[in-house]
């Protein structure tokens, strides 16, 4: 029984989730979020993001020698639809392999009907498949992800070691309008 334990508390996972513009665009956020609350995982981050080329580029590094990267890229960084995507961290466990099962396959024609790409994916004219999510493939690669797209504070417990660096930094506070007397 106790080893069933730690079995399983072995297998507690963290996913990347992305939201990309397509599925903004389109207004899926609230049927997206309703699908992967099925899996009854918790969200440990969410934030909207404007990616860059360099965050884009990263993220996608290890797909640059595809024929596909370029448009990819413009993709993400919502050339085609909305300058923006929803980022999340889901944690628990199976989290991999439970968010890959909803989400369904890279090609949207292949993925299950019933799954969100299934569902509301489509491979465009020039050949990119609009999948409207993305889910980190493995724990490596979640790791990788998540460090990536958010710092330890943007998250709700701490998911990865961290440590303290002191660093100067220039902050914004509203303009006030100071009158002359
Ligand atoms: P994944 O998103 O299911 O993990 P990856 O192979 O990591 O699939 O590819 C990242 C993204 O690149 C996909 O979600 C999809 O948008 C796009 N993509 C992958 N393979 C192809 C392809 O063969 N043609 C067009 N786009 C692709
Ligand atoms: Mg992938």
Redesign the pocket.
């Known amino acids: 029984m106790e080893h069933e334990i730690s079995k399983r508390e072995m297998k507690t996972q963290q996913s990347l989730v992305l939201i ?1 513009p397509d599925g903004l665009l389109k207004s899926l956020t609230g049927n997206i979020l309703t699908e992967l609350s099925d899996t009854k995982l918790i969200i440990a981050g969410a934030k909207i993001v404007e990616v860059t080329k360099e965050l884009a580029e990263e993220h ?1 590094h ?2 640059m020698e ?1 024929k ?1 990267f370029d ?2 890229i413009k ?1 993400i960084m919502g050339e085609y639809h909305v300058k923006r995507v929803l980022a999340l961290v889901y944690h628990g466990e199976d989290a991999i392999s439970k968010i ?1 099962k909803v ?1 369904g ?3 949207p024609e292949k993925a299950e009907p019933t799954s969100i790409r299934g569902k509301y994916g489509r ?1 465009t004219s020039k ?5 409207v999510v ?2 980190s ?1 493995n724990e490596k690669e979640a790791e990788r992800e998540i460090k990536l797209w958010f710092k330890p504070e943007e998250l709700a417990h701490t998911i990865y070691p961290t440590e303290e660096m002191e660093v100067k930094k220039v902050e914004y506070f509203w303009k006030t309008d100071k009158k002359k007397k």
């Not at 050949?127 to 999948?131: D, K, L, P, R, T």
């Open positions: 990309k996608y290890h797909l595809e596909f448009e990819l993709y890959r989400v396959a890279t090609n491979i050949g990119v498949f609009e999948n993305h889910a493939e």
